[in-house]
């Protein structure tokens, strides 16, 4: 480029400042601080692969993909598998790049009402970041000292807000409990945008608001692949009434799932008996950990519904740092206000739970 040409390109930061809106230069990129540990336990993954069984029949059915070729824009056959095993009409199901890409699906069909979405917090933070990036304003309720939510605080939000979007996620990341049924019901019928009940976690908790969908017009259900063994292939699951689906339907970017997830997310829930197996394990592998952790003074654990247990210490940057140097990786939210000192753990294989609990353990006693 010579000198002239440089002259007429306009200044950097005058581009930024005239064509990308205050709420897009004021986001934090989502970050996941990177360790290379041998024990992962911060992201709430599984920590369990494929059976050597399932590996083989992927193995085959990845052999017989055509990648010269677009794969199904509709994941026809992966949806009609995903109809049978949740017993859900499949004209009410869509699929993201996992429900990351279904959240900001959802903000960019609904959010042009008012303009608002409503969360409680703390919270996933796509709710907020994918709001912001759509142009959203973002209003928030505090939850209460069990993390439920604060119904009279939350009812008198969306009175005077009248949100477009509501985003429950039960379990909630990170605290781990469900919110109360009762309430999740109350917001339902007092909303008049839409209620989004994210159930990523909802396979470690047993309970499930999907039966509501038929009675509730504004309700839709999110889950994903990606607790239960599956995160590398990003598979989001919405839920909804047809009229719903048809309006999210038409953001949705042609073939948003690649032919490789949707040919091994067909085999592995056809294949299905070794996940739930799975679950049950972490199910049991939790309560462990959290009877542990509350047996230690130095830790207020909190009971979970989810894959993972929120907790606090003294000092949650010195534990972290504690634990990489032990090779073991967590998540330290420590920040100011409601989070300060908290921690979350995802569980792990029962070695890699072990692992942790010693390493804890050492670090209380040294
Ligand atoms: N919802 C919640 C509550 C989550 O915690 C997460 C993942 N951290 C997601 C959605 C996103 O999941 P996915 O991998 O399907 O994008």
Wanted: net charge negative; charged share 25%; aromatic share 8%.
């Amino acid at each position: 480029m010579t000198s002239k040409d440089k002259k007429s390109q306009p200044n950097d930061s005058n581009i930024i400042e005239s064509r990308v809106s205050q709420k897009i230069r004021d986001i934090s990129p989502y970050s996941v601080p990177h360790f290379n540990c041998k024990v992962r336990l911060d992201g709430n993954e599984s920590p369990f692969s494929l059976t050597k069984e399932v590996q083989e029949k992927v193995d085959r059915a990845i052999k017989e993909i055509d990648i010269n070729r677009y794969p199904d824009p509709e994941a026809k056959r992966l949806i009609e598998i995903i109809s049978r095993v949740c017993d859900f009409p499949k004209e009410g199901i869509l699929l993201g790049n996992g429900s990351d890409e279904l959240i900001g699906m959802l903000i960019t069909t609904f959010s042009n009402g008012t303009g608002r979405v409503l969360c409680p917090t703390p919270t996933f933070s796509m709710y907020r970041l994918a709001g912001l990036a759509m142009g959203a304003d973002i209003v928030e309720t505090a939850l209460d000292e069990n993390f439920d939510i604060d119904l009279d605080e939350t009812i008198s939000m969306i009175e005077n807000n009248d949100p477009d979007l509501i985003f429950l996620a039960s379990p909630n990341n990170p605290t781990g409990n469900m919110y109360s049924a009762d309430k999740i019901a109350e917001i339902i019928s007092v909303a008049k945008g839409i209620v989004v009940v994210d159930e990523a976690y909802s396979d470690f908790s047993g309970y499930t608001f999907l039966p509501l969908v038929k009675e509730c017009e504004n309700l839709v259900i999110l889950k994903t692949l990606s607790k239960v063994g599956f995160a590398g292939l990003r598979i989001g699951k919405l839920f909804a009434r047809d009229n719903l689906v048809n309006e999210i339907n038409k953001v949705r970017y042609p073939y948003n799932i690649n032919s490789l997830s949707q040919v091994v997310a067909e085999v592995v829930l056809e294949n299905h008996e070794f996940v739930t197996e799975n679950i049950q394990l972490i199910i049991r592998e939790r309560d462990r950990i959290y009877k542990a952790l509350s047996s230690l003074e130095q830790i207020k654990a909190y009971p979970s519904d989810a894959n993972f247990i929120f907790f606090r210490v003294d000092d949650a940057d010195s534990i972290f740092s504690k634990l990489v140097e032990k090779d073991i990786l967590i998540r330290n939210f420590n920040r100011p206000g409601i989070l300060s000192n908290s921690m979350r753990v995802t569980i792990g294989t029962p070695e890699e739970n072990d692992a942790f609990l010693s390493a804890l353990g050492e670090i209380f006693s040294s």
